[in-house]
């Protein structure tokens, strides 16, 4: 069956469209410090407005001092506009970004990858900070903190006490 | 009440001076634990004093992007190319370096400062403060912990360490009030609930200081008692010399676009 879409449908219907596109281009855009992940897992992105006069991407930096952030907002303008759209990219600070907000499909990459991801704390961060971690080698719990701080402002370094890895924790924030 | 609405006349003032002198103060802290990098006792130390200058540089750029909301100054003018007489940084973060317990003592001083400072900021009736304010804090908590396992550390380290943490405590104490000090507009602001006032901040800051120190079984020496202590007085000598290295190479070419 054929249905009239009226101009109005239509015109929600292509924003949708576009919408839609412009999140999978998003998705293209790692982490350049953790290239495993994706910004949208990372969940980095905190809206996506499409209209008649563009895209309006916002991001939220993970830290307020990443260094990483101007480079994600060039890869997200250059992944837009390769879509023919107008695109605008700003930065707030409002809702803080959480280590709560990376998806679950991020935290298993970044395990692969040898980072170990922080358990969603709910707010309780520090609790969280010392709770014990998996070691994301050997999977054993029995390990501890060799540097609160690390290569980038969101890890820090652990060492394992059972294998004796060294790895880095993306910090409970 | 939370407004996004910039304020006009004298609380605008007073607002950019107090965002002002707190982005100082972050800049030209970062500056000083920057100087660690490649020199500090252990490499795991040498990688948190370049994370911690790191945050403390890029805060400062948050405040300052606060200021730029309110006045429309560049943040960049504003970090290089004011004396140092313009700056409004306190003589805390100004002073050199030292050795490893003065960084540490400071950095603690500071963080804690900080942390009742932040906390009550998150509550300000200025949402671009009140938002910077409860993001910064949670990185914060990072520094705080770091710079307080150190003093546990040096004060029951050696013989060495804990006079070394006694001397930076004497060269350092004396500087917390005028941190902790008022500045000219602060009744004006604290009354529109945008800034926290200075004496909560300030009295809440020496409770947690003394209470970390006694427990380490060090006495903080009576702060000087009814001397007025202001924010605003000539910038010490080493200031101007911190600012004579930030500051050169933005100076050798002011009209370029990328260095």
């Avoid at chain 1, 929600?12 to 576009?18: L, S």
Wanted: hydrophobic fraction near 45%.
């Amino acid at each position: 069956m054929v249905t009239a879409v009226t101009g109005q449908d239509a015109g929600t219907q292509a924003t949708g469209v576009r919408e839609a596109a412009v999140w999978r281009a998003l998705r293209t855009v790692p982490d350049p410090e953790i290239p495993v992940v994706d910004i949208v897992e990372l969940g980095i992105v905190r809206s996506v407005i499409v209209d008649d006069a563009g895209v309006a991407v916002t991001l939220t930096p993970t830290f307020a001092a990443c260094p990483a952030l101007r480079v994600i907002q060039d890869d997200v303008a250059a992944a837009v506009a390769a879509l023919g759209e107008e695109v605008r990219v700003t930065t707030s600070l409002h809702p803080p970004w959480s280590s709560d907000d990376m998806s679950d499909e991020a935290r298993e990459k970044l395990r692969r990858f040898g980072i170990a991801p922080s358990d969603r704390h709910g707010g309780l961060i520090q609790i969280a900070l010392d709770a014990p971690v998996r070691c994301p080698r050997c999977e054993h719990p029995d390990t501890t903190v060799r540097n609160a701080f690390g290569s980038t402002l969101c890890r820090e370094i652990r060492t394992c006490r059972s294998c004796g890895e060294t790895f880095e924790r993306f910090k409970p924030i | 009440m939370t407004t996004d609405a910039t304020p006009t006349g004298s609380l605008l003032a007073a607002l950019v001076e107090r965002v002002t002198a707190h982005a100082d103060d972050e800049l030209v802290l970062g500056h000083r634990d920057a100087e660690w990098t490649g020199h500090a006792p252990l490499l795991e130390e040498d990688i948190a004093l370049a994370n911690l200058a790191q945050d403390e540089i890029g805060h400062a750029i948050t405040w300052y992007g606060v200021r730029s909301g309110l006045d429309g100054s560049d943040p960049d003018r504003l970090v290089y190319f004011r004396g140092a007489d313009e700056y409004r940084s306190s003589h805390l973060v100004a002073l050199p370096r030292g050795d490893w317990a003065f960084t540490m003592l400071r950095q603690y001083l500071f963080d804690a400062y900080e942390t009742e400072l932040l906390a009550r900021l998150a509550r300000s009736s200025y949402q671009p403060l009140a938002q910077a304010a409860v993001k910064i804090a949670r990185e914060e908590l990072f520094h705080l912990r770091h710079s307080q396992l150190w003093l546990e550390r040096l004060a029951y380290g050696t013989d060495e360490s804990r006079a070394r943490l006694e001397d930076a405590l004497a060269a350092a104490w004396p500087l917390l009030p005028q941190l902790l000090a008022p500045m000219p507009g602060d009744a004006e602001l604290v009354a529109a609930g945008m800034w926290p006032a200075p004496v909560e901040v300030g009295s809440a800051t020496v409770d947690r200081v003394t209470g970390t120190l006694t427990a380490l079984g060090l006495r903080a020496p009576p702060l000087a008692d009814g001397q007025v202590v202001e924010r605003h007085v000539r910038q010490p000598p080493e200031l101007g010399e911190l600012l004579s290295v930030l500051q050169s190479v933005a100076r050798a070419d002011p009209e370029a676009q990328a260095w």
